[in-house]
C-alpha cells in the first residue's frame, strides 16, 4: 500500500457468484482448508436487472477456460469484455460446478450504478469444509 491507495497491475473487475455457495466452492477449490480464512471475508450481496448482463455460453469460451490453473485466452477475453464496455454484468459458467454461473463487474461501465449493493456481513465457513 501506499499513500493510502492500492498499486494494481491488471483489470480492474469484481468478481462474484450466482450464490454464496458456489462462492465457497469457489474459494475451497484454492485452498487447503477453508478454516484459515475464518474472519477474513465478508458476503455482500448484489442485486441487477436482466438488461444489464451479457452472457458467454460454455460453447464459446476458449478450450481449457476450466482447468485448475488460469490460461491467457480467459485472461484476454476479461479484459477485451472490460475494454469493449460492452455490458455492465458478463454471467460465465462457474468452472467448478458448469450448470451454475459466477458474474464479473465492470466497475468503470456507465451502467454500474444500476447494480444494488446490500448491507455486507461476516463469511464464517463451516471449518468441516476442507480437503481430505
Not at 480467459?74 to 454471467?91: C, F, M
Not at 466497475?107 to 446490500?118: K, L, N
Request: proline share 8%; with cysteine.
Amino acid at each position: 500500500m501506499n499513500g493510502g491507495r492500492w498499486n494494481c497491475v491488471g483489470t480492474p473487475m469484481v468478481y462474484t457468484s450466482s450464490s454464496l455457495s458456489l462462492a465457497t466452492l469457489e474459494l475451497l477449490v484454492h485452498i487447503e482448508d477453508i478454516s484459515i480464512i475464518n474472519g477474513l471475508y465478508s458476503v455482500i450481496p448484489v442485486e441487477f436487472d436482466d438488461p444489464l448482463i451479457e452472457r458467454i455460453s460454455e460453447t464459446a469460451l476458449p478450450i481449457g477456460w476450466d482447468a485448475p490453473e488460469p490460461i491467457a485466452d480467459t485472461q484476454i477475453l476479461g479484459d477485451e469484455w472490460i475494454n469493449g464496455a460492452s455490458s455492465a454484468v458478463l454471467e460465465i459458467p462457474s468452472a467448478v460446478t458448469t450448470s451454475e454461473s459466477n458474474f464479473l463487474f465492470n466497475p468503470q461501465h456507465s451502467d454500474f450504478g444500476a447494480v444494488r449493493i446490500g448491507a455486507s456481513y461476516r463469511f464464517r465457513p463451516d471449518p468441516r469444509l476442507k480437503h481430505q
